[in-house]
């Protein structure tokens, strides 16, 4: 209801944009500050009521022009940092010194999100800085999306195949969505439907992998996070024909030293 009134205000006063993206922004952070004063078996409460709140004040700030398969690809991010968000925030100790902060810093992502999904929206050019700081910022964001559902999935202590097909899902997600803001297409391309799920397998793999690895559950976290930070960063790269020698030195070496740690914290 509440976000139909706005709909319905902005059509008949027109808000801009920006104005938008805050009211959204700091509709969420107080959303999300709310749900920080419940106990963490309430979270099957928050979970869904949080991501349809992200979803809905996404539609709101950026509504204009959204056609066909933009109605899931503009809304992955959001909803995925909002969730990842709310669960990472219950491995701290609930007090105010870790609240505050963390809501503020949820708040800024939430608005840098709706910044780089709006240029995906408008379809701006891919040789103007505008598009290559958005995109930047989506790939950003992703990775830590990645890394706080990491932390939560491993703290859980589940057995291999199920953080196999939890890693899987969530990398085929965001992988969908990045390779997608690529060339955004109104309709998903067999080419990105197909590197996204050789991003699925190749980290199911390396979690599957780490599983029975004897390693801290925040390597595990990092390990895995690493996986798909280079994994899609390699391939959104050869998708864009831009994958020259020092990008792939420059993944090599990442890959190299997580691997040094992670052969460092065997126990």
Known sequence: MCILFLLILNKYMIIEK????????????FLFLLST?????????????????????????????????????LFILPVLLTVASYLFYFLFPVRWLTRIPFVLIYGIS???SLLSLNIFNVGVEKNLQLYRAGFSVNYFLQ?????????VIVSFHWGFLANAFIFAALAFLLSLQLYWSIRLDLHISREVFRYALLTMIAVAEVSMLL????IQTSIYALTVSVAYYC?????HLYIDERL??????EYTIILIVIGIIVLLSLT
């Open 37 to 73: 004063f419940f106990f963490f078996d309430k979270a099957i409460i928050f979970i869904p009521v949080l991501a349809i709140a992200a979803y809905f004040f996404t539609l709101f700030a950026i509504y204009e022009g959204i056609e066909k398969n933009e109605w899931i690809m």
């Open 143 to 151: 990775t830590i999306v990645f890394f706080l559902f990491a932390n």
């Open 110 to 112: 939430i608005y840098a």
């Open 18 to 29: 920006r104005v938008r993206f805050v009211i959204s922004a700091l509709v969420m952070s």
């Open 211 to 214: 599983s029975f690895m004897p």
């Open 231 to 235: 994994t899609a960063g390699l391939t």
């Open 244 to 249: 020259f020698k020092h990008s792939l030195r």
